[in-house]
């Protein structure tokens, strides 16, 4: 099977959407839909080419129109397996309050396919999806064809349906088809994500200190463990999930293991994500598998910390990464069974321009996501997702590939990179458009964190570790200085973070990382203060005269012992009112709650400690409101143009919220101080942040 060529991937992804115009029910149909049942004249009519009506503005409806009003369908899906399914994909997604009698019967409710052209005009139409619904409901259903049915030779369908097994011929030829195209013909794909240097892939490179060997000769039952002393070769890395009791004992390298294992081991005794991968490696055709659990040694120190110190370096110089996306521990692997689809796929035939009978099959979208997938949701798998040049994934119902070029999958969907690992990889240093905002590397940063403290680590410790090979990275792009998570050159907007929820975010109890530090809390964070949009500028107000780092191993943005900022800048007392309350509160300068809420974050009201005037508000970090009064040191200022001619002026104040520690002051939140002029007078003083 051939993947649709590189240059024609934005053009399908543009334009395979299909809109089908409409009405949900709010009563489930029957789901006993056998295929030999008819179909309807309105679904007989549906055609590729009626679908994707080339030259029609958009603001005209364009077509198929396929049923008078929601009531024609509905009654039609009692008979007519194919209007069933549209129905059923609409009823997936009913709104909370049920449209009007006359939008069920009306005009409005006219049930439109509606498309447009994959191709330049006079190039048969190529389909992937309907979209049901208008601007108040929606579904999706999924189109493809057989790999030999004429409509797929033809080039009017590009989606293929899904094989039964995910290990099957197929899938590996399939699979095989994506490496190599990758390798040949994406020049990108070499980069780093420093893009000071090129991957040869045709050559050897200098492997891991250990890898996995599963072509050596003698029994293919057994797996050694190769130390490699600097010998060069090819490999594969592996993205799994160790699970929330971690992984036996069996699936990990110990120092008292680690001779028996380069005797050999049997597979047999490995989990089965681990034989899973060492299957896709042969069939492959590649030799050396890197597996952290078994090519680092977990229970030596000085190891450990040289070997997670390289791991970013050995997901970005395998020559691809098989990700087991939907195995949540090593006992599932790779090859998930695969369910039936439900309910059963519709088939349509429909007349070919080349004067032969093509045939398509309509079935539900599958509601998947490798954002959600378990491997998402853990923390050191973000940094293996953005390092890895080409990810082959493994989901329960399809196969992925992801490099830094094009994303695709196992039907030939393909889609548009709009994730945060390209995000990083294709932006640079340079500004790019995301939306109508202009971000920077640095936002992109910011950004990774949001997502990063949301997943989980099996050990606490590890926070800013498995950030340490994308950290690295970026350095070398950047030539920044690394700062427990924060970068210095960009610190009056490093700082302000805000914890996600305070009912889910603790103090960590370790020296893992200085208050300042998103990484000394347990729980997410949230940058989403400093994006800057086009009518507000941030403005630095503080000035960094002193950064020390005190690192607890060999990696220097690694586990962090101690860390301090000496700052120089305007700082005032404030009072912490407010306490909890389920109340939604809309954001306002004139509020008298004690709180107000954006979002699912609680933000208590800054008060004048002389008045209790209020004055502003603050994110606390953790659910504790302090006792006495708090210190808020003025980070940056806000400057608005709210159209009002060319008149800038400074709005609010972005401030930390401090209190008096040992050695200094210690964060305990961040907010905004919202009335202008508040800070003036202040004199400058230096602090010392621990």
């Known amino acids: 099977m051939q993947t649709p060529p590189l240059q024609s991937a934005a053009s399908v992804s543009r334009t395979a959407g299909v809109v089908v ?49 929601f009531h024609f369908l509905e009654s039609s899906a009692q008979s007519c397996p194919m209007c069933q399914l549209i129905l059923l994909a609409i009823n997936e997604r009913k709104p909370s309050q049920p449209p009007s009698k006359g939008r069920l019967q009306g005009p409005k409710a006219e049930i439109w396919l509606i498309g447009s052209p994959a191709a330049t005009s006079g190039q048969p139409p190529r389909l992937s999806q309907v979209f049901c619904g208008n601007s108040r409901m929606s579904g999706y259903l ?33 699979a095989s088809q994506w490496l190599c195209d990758c390798l040949t013909k994406h020049p990108a794909c070499r980069e780093t994500i420093s893009r000071i240097s090129l ?57 008292n ?39 680092i040694l977990q229970d030596n120190v000085e190891d450990w910390e040289y070997e997670s110190s390289q791991m970013g370096a050995y997901y970005q110089n395998a020559v691809f990464t098989i990700a087991a996306a939907d195995a949540e521990d090593g006992s599932i692997g790779c090859f998930i069974p695969r369910d039936s689809p439900s309910p059963e796929p519709v088939m349509l035939s429909f007349p070919l321009h080349n004067n032969t009978t093509g045939h398509l099959f309509a079935t539900l979208r599958p509601k998947i996501s490798i954002e959600q997938s378990p491997l998402s949701q853990r923390g050191w798998t973000l940094q293996e997702r953005i390092l890895s040049r080409r990810i082959l994934y493994y989901t329960k119902n399809r196969l992925y590939w992801e490099c830094q070029t094009l994303t695709t999958s196992e039907d030939c969907k393909l889609m548009i990179h709009k994730n945060l690992r390209f995000g990083i990889i294709n932006n640079g240093i340079t500004t790019v458009k995301m939306g109508t905002q202009g971000l920077q590397l640095f936002n992109q ?13 099996t050990k606490d410790r590890d926070k800013l570790p498995a950030l340490s090979g994308l950290a690295t990275e970026l350095q070398k792009r950047t030539h920044g200085h690394y700062l427990a998570g924060l970068w210095a050159e960009h610190l009056h907007n490093g700082l302000l973070w805000q914890a996600g929820d305070v009912k889910l975010t603790l103090p960590f109890s370790g020296p893992r990382a200085p208050s300042w530090s998103w990484a000394a809390l347990e729980g997410p964070v949230s940058y989403e203060i400093c994006v800057e949009d086009g009518t507000t500028i941030q403005t630095d107000a503080v000035r960094v005269l002193e950064t020390h780092i005190s690192v607890k191993g060999i990696d220097p943005n690694g586990e962090v012992l ?24 809309t954001h306002s300068p004139t ?9 699912e974050n609680t933000y208590n009201i800054l008060a004048n400690p002389n008045s209790s005037a209020r004055i502003g508000w603050i994110s606390l970090d953790t659910a504790e409101i302090p006792s006495t009064n708090i210190f808020c040191i003025r980070v940056s200022d806000n400057k608005n143009v709210m159209d009002r001619g060319e008149e800038v002026y400074y709005d609010s104040y972005n401030v930390l919220g401090l209190v008096s520690c040992e050695g200094g002051y210690r964060r305990v939140g961040m907010g905004e101080v919202q009335e202008e002029g508040w800070f003036e007078g202040c004199v400058e003083e230096e602090i010392r942040l621990v």
Not at 591 to 599: K, P, T
């Open 445 to 457: 940063w910011y950004l990774m964190v949001d997502s990063y403290t949301a997943r989980k680590l």
């Open 199 to 255: 991957i040869d892939d045709s050559s050897s490179r200098h492997l891991p200190t250990r890898v996995l060997d599963v072509e050596p000769q003698g029994d293919p039952k057994t797996v050694y463990l190769f130390e490699a002393n600097g010998q060069c070769g090819q490999y594969v890395a592996l993205s799994h999930c160790w699970g929330p009791k971690g992984l036996q004992e069996t699936a990990q390298t110990k120092s």
């Open 142 to 174: 999924n189109l493809y064809t057989k790999e030999d049915d004429p409509a797929a030779l033809s080039g009017d369908l590009v989606e293929k349906g899904l094989d039964t097994d995910s290990a099957s011929d197929r899938n590996f030829k399939l």
């Open 257 to 295: 293991t680690l001779e028996g294992r380069k005797s050999g081991i049997l597979q047999q005794n490995l989990p089965k994500t681990f034989r899973d991968a060492i299957v896709v490696m042969r069939r492959l055709g590649f030799r050396y598998l890197w597996i952290d659990a078994l090519c």
């Open 21 to 69: 115009g409409g009405i949900a029910a709010f009563t489930s149909p029957t789901t006993n839909r056998e295929a030999k049942r008819p179909l309807c004249d309105s679904c007989n009519g549906i055609t590729p080419a009626r679908l994707a009506t080339p030259g029609i503005p958009r603001s005209q409806r364009a077509g198929y129109r396929h049923s008078p009003n």
């Open 562 to 585: 101690s860390g301090s900022l000496v700052l120089a800048g305007c700082m005032k007392a404030a009072t912490v009112l407010g306490k909890k309350t389920e109340n939604r509160i």
């Open 591 to 599: 509020a008298s709650s004690s709180m107000i809420y954006l979002g």
